[in-house]
Nanobody, 120 residues
Framework: QVQLVESGGGSVQAGGSLRLSCAAS????????MGWYRQAPGKQRELVAT???????NYADFVKGRFTISRDNAKNTVYLQMNSLKPEDTAVYYC??????????????WGQGTQVTVSS
């Protein structure tokens, strides 16, 4: 069982910044991709950014140039630095990670979500 715990959400005015963190704990043999997704009220959950264990990143077009994803493999932690926030970035942000157990069986986990609210 792998648990993901997010922190760093909150309320900010448009143009402001927030940094989200997500730490993985539990019986972890390896973590492959880590990433952030978000879900706004009445909308489907969507990908924000992902990062592989080797540091390759992928961003949704709507955050390119504003958000930066990074990870600390020694701490099993992924971060999302969000700059130039817009009201449309308001959503619950979820951390996701996947990897493999010692026996090669893959695992996948979601965090509980953290609210980000951007006011105009």
């Amino acid at each position: 069982q792998v648990q993901l715990v997010e922190s760093g959400g909150g309320s900010v005015q448009a143009g402001g910044s927030l940094r989200l963190s997500c730490a993985a704990s539990g019986i972890i043999f390896s973590i492959d991709a880590m990433g952030w997704y978000r879900q706004a009220p009445g909308k489907q959950r969507e990908l924000v950014a992902t990062i592989t264990s080797g540091g390759n990143t992928n961003y949704a077009d709507f955050v390119k140039g504003r958000f930066t994803i990074s990870r600390d493999n020694a701490k099993n932690t992924v971060y999302l630095q969000m700059n130039s926030l817009k009201p449309e970035d308001t959503a619950v942000y979820y951390c996701h990670a996947d990897g493999r157990r010692w026996n090669g069986v893959p695992w996948s986990s979601w965090g509980q979500g953290t609210q980000v609210t951007v006011s105009s």
